[in-house]
Every structure is written in structure tokens, then in C-alpha cells.
């Protein structure tokens, strides 16, 4: 299927479903979904939501603020209350579905204070492949993946939105601070201001494609290959070690492996993943 006919697949998708709530982050799924929603049924039936919690980074709630209104469509913001989960907070392998159900019955309720019963997420055909807890969220809550169905794949996506003028066409992926979490590390507020200032000084350095995991007491940097000798520098690694010391790190590394999205899921069993996903 050529990419003229995917997309012509999706919005076909999308006129079936009538008015629809996008499940928005502002990153380049659910920004090019949003942007095809209001293209295709007209920016009156779109209603772009966002989830504000303390698992969301103040860059990243800026920037979905931001790409929303360069789409044209006013943005709700809705707080989600995922922290008051145990079963959340506890971090074992189903974090994300307890994190996305949260997020999707919320959604739900706004949809019915709205009369909008569709609601669409931005799952791709390449997130069947991976470990994605939360696809089985929106599974049972009856959430629209109209960009999978459609069978549009991350680099689709990427390249539609380049058609589209849209800015998130290259923008790295950057899934929530509670992915940054080791299994079974309490996910806290604290914890996640914790990763949100390291990624944010790391950002302010000028490195684009990185994570800081939170390993407890230690601190794992990843950063692509192409950034190891500029992170190793005197004059990055001191001040990297001392920022990240001062927010409550007692040990700082650098993943040789470089980086790789999802490295956390790797300390997973296959069991554990094929119960939870």
C-alpha cells in the first residue's frame, strides 16, 4: 500500500468515527493524527486532550500547547491522577497500562461532558512490535488506533508530517518521566523532577537524543554513540556530575550501548512481558 493510500485509509478511518477526542502529547504521533483529524472532519469535531500530571515535563506540556495551536484547535488540559495508583506508583512491568488507563477513563469522562464518544490515540504499526502495555489499555477502554489500523509506521508518520509542514516531523521520541523508572523503583514526584532536571540541564547542553535513567542512588546516562566523546569532556562531564549530584544522585554513568528507546524494558522476561503487554 503506497503512503498516499495509508493516509487516505486513515482518514476514511477517521470520517467513520464522526467527532473524536485526540488523546494529545505533542509529540509527532499525536500531532500528525490531530493534524489529519482536522483536515478530515473539520477542526469544530476535534477535541485535543492533554494529560497533566507530574509524569509530564514542563518542555513537553509547552510544547503540545504550542503545536496545537499552530494546528488551530484550542488544547484541554486535564489532570490525570495516575500517582494516587499503587498500582502505578509500585513500577513493575504494567506501569503503562495502569498509566494509560488512568489517562483513557479520563479521557472517556471529558468525551461524555463533551458528547464526542470516539476517542484516538497515536499507536503506530511499529508499537505491535514492541512492548507496549498501554495498547492493551486501549484495548479494553475501547480507544481508537486509527494510525495503526491504517497501517502507518513511525517513519510514515514522520514523512507525512513533513508533507504537512508540521514541526514534529524530526522530533525524537520522548515517552513520559515514569518511563525513565527501573522496575520496581517507586515511581514519587520527587523522582520524576529528578529525571525532568537532569534531561532538561542535558537539554540545555545541546544534546537532542538522550535519557537519564533513574536507577535509585545512580544516575544512567544514554546518549547516541556520535555524543560520547562530547559528554565525556571536561568541560560536559563536570558540570553533568555535579548538576545531577545536587539533585540527590550519588553515582553518575554513561551506558556505553549508547541510546536506545525502551533499554528498561530489557530487564524484562519474555513472561513478564507477553502477562503484561
Same mark, same amino acid.
Given at each position: 500500500?503506497?503512503?498516499?493510500?495509508?493516509?487516505?485509509?486513515?482518514?476514511?478511518?477517521?470520517?467513520?468515527?464522526?467527532?473524536?477526542?485526540?488523546?494529545?502529547?505533542?509529540?509527532?504521533?499525536?500531532?500528525?493524527? $490531530?493534524?489529519?483529524?482536522?483536515?478530515? &472532519?473539520?477542526?469544530?469535531?476535534? &477535541?485535543?486532550? $492533554?494529560?497533566?500530571?507530574?509524569?509530564?515535563?514542563? #518542555?513537553?506540556?509547552?510544547?503540545?500547547?504550542?503545536?496545537?495551536?499552530?494546528?488551530?484547535?484550542?488544547?484541554?488540559?486535564?489532570?490525570?491522577?495516575?500517582?494516587?495508583?499503587?498500582?502505578?506508583?509500585?513500577?513493575?512491568?504494567?506501569?503503562?497500562?495502569?498509566?494509560?488507563?488512568?489517562?483513557?477513563?479520563? $479521557?472517556?469522562?471529558?468525551?461524555?461532558?463533551?458528547?464526542?464518544?470516539?476517542?484516538?490515540?497515536?499507536?503506530?504499526?511499529?508499537?505491535?512490535?514492541?512492548?507496549?502495555?498501554?495498547?492493551?489499555?486501549?484495548?479494553? $477502554?475501547?480507544?481508537?488506533?486509527? &494510525?495503526?489500523?491504517?497501517?502507518?509506521?513511525?517513519?510514515?508518520?514522520?514523512?507525512?508530517?513533513?508533507?504537512?509542514?508540521?514541526?514534529?516531523?524530526?522530533?525524537?521520541?520522548?515517552?513520559?518521566?515514569?518511563?525513565?523508572?527501573?522496575?520496581?523503583?517507586?515511581?514519587?514526584?520527587?523522582? &520524576?523532577?529528578?529525571?525532568?532536571?537532569?534531561?532538561?540541564?542535558?537539554?540545555?547542553?545541546?544534546?537532542?537524543?538522550?535519557?537519564?535513567?533513574?536507577?535509585?542512588?545512580?544516575?544512567?546516562?544514554?546518549?547516541?554513540?556520535?555524543? #560520547?566523546?562530547?559528554?565525556?569532556?571536561?568541560?560536559?562531564?563536570?558540570?553533568?556530575?555535579?548538576?545531577?549530584?545536587?539533585?540527590?544522585?550519588?553515582?553518575?554513568?554513561?551506558?556505553?550501548?549508547?541510546?536506545?528507546?525502551?533499554?528498561?524494558?530489557?530487564?524484562?522476561?519474555?513472561?513478564?512481558?507477553?502477562?503484561?503487554?
Amino acid at each position: 500500500m503506497s503512503l498516499e493510500e495509508k493516509y487516505q485509509s486513515l482518514q476514511a478511518r477517521l470520517r467513520e468515527l464522526g467527532r473524536v477526542i485526540v488523546a494529545f502529547s505533542g509529540g509527532v504521533d499525536s500531532t500528525f493524527l $490531530l493534524k489529519a483529524a482536522v483536515d478530515t &472532519l473539520g477542526a469544530d469535531k476535534v &477535541l485535543p486532550v $492533554l494529560g497533566v500530571s507530574p509524569s509530564l515535563a514542563q #518542555f513537553q506540556h509547552d510544547q503540545a500547547k504550542q503545536w496545537a495551536a499552530a494546528i488551530g484547535v484550542p488544547l484541554l488540559e486535564t489532570p490525570v491522577l495516575e500517582l494516587d495508583d499503587a498500582r502505578y506508583r509500585a513500577n513493575q512491568g504494567d506501569r503503562c497500562f495502569h498509566c494509560k488507563s488512568h489517562l483513557y477513563q479520563t $479521557l472517556a469522562k471529558v468525551g461524555a461532558t463533551h458528547g464526542i464518544d470516539a476517542i484516538v490515540c497515536g499507536s503506530n504499526l511499529d508499537d505491535q512490535d514492541d512492548y507496549r502495555p498501554g495498547n492493551r489499555a486501549a484495548k479494553d $477502554l475501547g480507544v481508537h488506533s486509527p &494510525l495503526m489500523q491504517a497501517g502507518l509506521t513511525k517513519e510514515n508518520i514522520r514523512e507525512l508530517s513533513r508533507q504537512l509542514g508540521l514541526p514534529t516531523a524530526d522530533l525524537p521520541a520522548s515517552p513520559c518521566l515514569a518511563s525513565r523508572m527501573t522496575y520496581g523503583l517507586e515511581v514519587t514526584e520527587e523522582r &520524576l523532577k529528578q529525571v525532568e532536571e537532569a534531561e532538561a540541564f542535558l537539554r540545555e547542553l545541546g544534546f537532542v537524543e538522550f535519557r537519564v535513567r533513574h536507577h535509585g542512588s545512580i544516575a544512567r546516562i544514554e546518549v547516541v554513540p556520535a555524543d #560520547f566523546t562530547r559528554i565525556v569532556d571536561p568541560n560536559h562531564s563536570g558540570q553533568i556530575m555535579a548538576k545531577l549530584k545536587s539533585l540527590g544522585f550519588n553515582y553518575v554513568t554513561l551506558d556505553l550501548q549508547g541510546f536506545r528507546s525502551g533499554s528498561l524494558n530489557e530487564a524484562l522476561s519474555e513472561r513478564e512481558k507477553k502477562t503484561h503487554g
